[in-house]
Every structure is written in C-alpha cells, then in structure tokens.
DNA sequence: AGGCGAAAAATTTTGGAAAATCGTTGACAC
DNA sequence: GTGTCAACGATTTTCCAAAATTTTTCGCCT
C-alpha cells in the first residue's frame, strides 16, 4: 500500500477527481447498507475510512444531499439519511406517480430504437440469475444493473430530461431499501414473468394495462419490503 | 407540519454558517438573473463577490447544483445553469404534470386546516399589487413571495413530502425564466382572477375543473416567456 | 500562413491547520 | 437535591497554500 505517494497513481477507476471517487464510494456504501441508516458521517472518521482530505469527503457529502440520500444540519454535520414506513410509503407512492407519468408518455413517443432497447435489455436481464447462489437468496450486483437498466429502458421514451431524471433518483432510494429488505429474507417471486409482462404490454402499447402491471410491479415491492421483517421505526429519519 | 423550506431554516439575516449566507446570496442573483444563464462561476471571482473563503463557497455551489441552478464539471467548475426553449418546455410540461398529481391528492386529502390556509394566502396575495410601479411593470418582490406562497398552500395538502419538495424545486427554476422575461417585458394578464378561479375549483373539491385552470394558468406562463421575446438559444445550456 | 508542440498562466482540486461552535461534564452555590 | 454556569473536549467550519490539471500563449517548423 503506497501510503505516502503524491496521489492515488491509478485515479482513473471511478472519476477523474478524488471528489468523484469518494462520491461513488460513499454513495454504493450507503445503497448496500454497509453504512447504516442514521449513522454519522463524521469528517475523521469517513477521511480515514476512504483515505482522503477533508475537501473531497466534504464535496461527496454535499452531493449526495441532493439525492436524499444524506441528511445534513448546520452544525450538526452529516448523517446517513433514515428510513421508515413512513418514509417508504412516500417513497412507493411517489414512484407510481412519477413513472406513470413517464410509462404514458413513453408509450406514446417511443419510436423504434426505443423498443429495441426494451427488449436487449429484458434479454440481457433473463440471461442472468436472480441470486448469486444457487439455494437461498445472496446478493447479485449484476443482475441489480440489469434490473436497473430494463426499467430505465422503458422510461427512456417519455422524452423529459426533468422526469427521468427523477425517476433514477426514486429508484436509487428504492434500491437502498430492497438492499437493507434482502439481507434479511428472500423473497420468492417471479420477477421475470412480471418484467415480461410489462414488456409485452409496453410494446403492445397497451397504455392502461401497461400501467396497472407497473403499480403492482411497485407496490409489490413495497410489501416485500415492509413484510421482509425490516424494522422501520420513523424515528430513524433525522430530517 | 413540514414546512419544508429549502434553505436552511434558521434564516435570521444571514445564517449561522457562512456557506449558507452565499448559498442563499449566490441563490438569489441567479434567480434575480445578476448572474446571467451559462455564466462562469469562478472560485476567485465569487471569493471576492461574497467576500468568502473557497471552502463555503464551493459547498453553497454544490447546494445548488442540486437544484438545477448550477451546473459542474470536473476539473472545469461551475457554470449558471443555461437556459433554453427546449429546457423551458420541458419544464412547464413537467409542472404540469407534477403539479396535477399534488393537485389531485391536496383535492382529495386536504382538510379543514388547508383549505383556511388558501384563503389566507389568496388573501393576502390580493392586497399587494402585482407591480411595483404604477404605471408599467416593476418587479415586486412582495408579490412574488406571496404568489408563490398561494401555490405552495394549494399544493400543501397533497401528503407527500417528495412530491412537494419537488414542486418547489420546479417552481424556482420557472421563477428564474419568469424573472428574466419579466426584465423585458410586461405581459399583462389579470392573475387575481385567475387565482380566484383556481382557489374557487380547488375549495369546491371540483378536481377536473382545478386541474384544468391550472394547466392553463402553468401554460400562459409559458407563453408570455416565450414571447417576452428572451433569447432561449438552446446552445446556451451546458449540461 | 497555418499547424504543431512546449512552456506559461490561470483555475481547479486537495490537504492540513487554525478558528468557531456545540454538547458535555463537573464544580459550586442555593 | 437541584439548578446554573464556566471550562473542557469533540466536531464542524473556514482559510490558505501547495499540487494537479486544463487552457492559453508563444515560438518554431513545415
């Protein structure tokens, strides 16, 4: 371990900047649950858990504000952002709303290369398995992107930088939630029935059926989440 | 309950950290347009604009980043988020569709404690002239404050906090494009009418009618921007 | 003249140390 | 025993200077 070099000699794996880089870092830490919810982010201990200064750890911290995903308070410092059922039901609803939204307006201007990413993207999604394991649920980051990828491929077509924009935000906060569920039960479900009928029906450009299979796809989510044992005290949300 | 104001809450004169102070400083001269769309915000330059060190500033710069205000590039700094006919469009047509989602739920949700919260607001509205001047236009920040302040209590009842800081979020972008249109031209309208119409729809519980007005309230705006005869070059937007 | 490349300048980024602030502990008075 | 206050300790916030990077400038060659 190169402790005194002048700088990280192989910077280029995540960001051109170390702000950058602390950013990612602290941001996949945050989804996956290594850090916990409610936990401070104190200056010392993050500059010493990702070997950088103050500055860039600072900057990190500032953006990942703006994607709730850390709380902050004059004085008080950094927090990892709470949850809770409250929070979560918010969270869920908002994101019925919003992508309703950009599923009507994606159907009605998707164009060909639309489509076609669909259905690369429900492919790629199939070829992989749902858990890293055989027997039991483990955690599978590649499957995670691809899921990702697939639903972002649907909203891809509304045509507005704004909503989809938002949409990504929601899904990450989402995705930290399904993180924290899933480390505590497997929920068994076909997820890939659900995500074909979406597809078809997104493609088939039935609008109205497209979107009641999207709201169930989310809400389903949702009591996954809540039933998964999960202990979801309100309290645990600072702002 | 949550009055979810976007600056720091304790906001006596200043604020009790720097970087606040220039955060809401810096906030308020691109809204105002002192500091015009695509602007370069150089660290030595703001340093002795705000009379501060490059630490708070760079933190109030990443703030509004957030907010679509300000945008970043690594290792090439920070811009005044540009404008646009292209973004403009696609963030009236994003009201819109946000704004009826809250519309509906305040519709359906809000209570006794909303609906007085209305008729104050559209009350006090009522009393402040739209310009400043008596004859002509002239900006009138009092009215600004108290309009804006109008929308927020029709769209307080809607019981998502997301939702809610996301109008907000919208609704100061489209102040930036309504300020600088209203530097060139007067468009005159009769908004206490307006306002009365939408007030009247939204006490009545009638949402289809609501939801109509406000559209077409979000709309005219809109137009008056597009022909106050602003200069939208789409090349002025950096990101 | 025009294009190329290297030094120079300007700017951004980073690290650490000083200053300011908040919460706590402990002592003292009542 | 209780309440107040002051000093301490920990943390945040800020400033400044050094390091790294980009942009510009200028000389030089084709």
Redesign the interface.
């Known amino acids: 371990m190169p402790s005194r070099m002048k700088t990280a000699p192989d910077n280029r794996s995540g960001?051109?900047?170390i702000a950058?880089s602390v950013y990612d870092r602290i941001r996949r830490d945050i989804i996956s649950g290594a850090l916990a919810p409610g936990h401070k982010l104190g200056s010392t201990t993050l500059r010493e858990r990702y070997q950088a200064g103050i500055?860039p750890v600072?900057?990190a911290l500032?953006?990942l504000?703006?994607e709730n995903l850390v709380c902050f308070e004059?004085?008080k410092g950094f927090h990892v952002a709470g949850i809770g059922a409250e929070d979560l039901d918010?969270?869920i609803?908002?994101r019925c709303?919003?992508e309703e939204?950009a599923l009507r307006e994606s159907i009605a201007n998707g164009d060909d290369a639309w489509e076609d990413g669909i259905v690369v993207a429900f492919h790629r999604l199939s070829k992989v398995p749902r858990s890293a394991a055989e027997d039991g649920f483990e955690f599978n980051p590649e499957w995670e992107e691809l899921h990702h990828a697939f639903h972002t491929a649907i909203l891809a077509g509304c045509g507005?930088?704004?909503?989809q924009t938002?949409c990504e935000l929601?899904a990450d906060q989402a995705k930290r939630y399904r993180q924290l569920a899933a480390t505590i039960s497997y929920p068994h479900r076909n997820e890939r029935d659900e995500h074909q009928d979406i597809m078809d029906a997104v493609i088939a450009r039935d609008v109205e059926r497209a979107v009641a299979l999207h709201h169930a796809h989310l809400k389903k989510t949702n009591d996954i989440i809540v039933r998964s044992g999960l202990s979801l005290s309100p309290e645990r949300v600072p702002a």
């Open positions: 960001g051109p900047t950058t500055s600072r900057e500032n953006r504000v703006a004059d004085q918010d969270l609803r908002t709303h919003i939204i507005s930088p704004r909503i938002y929601l």
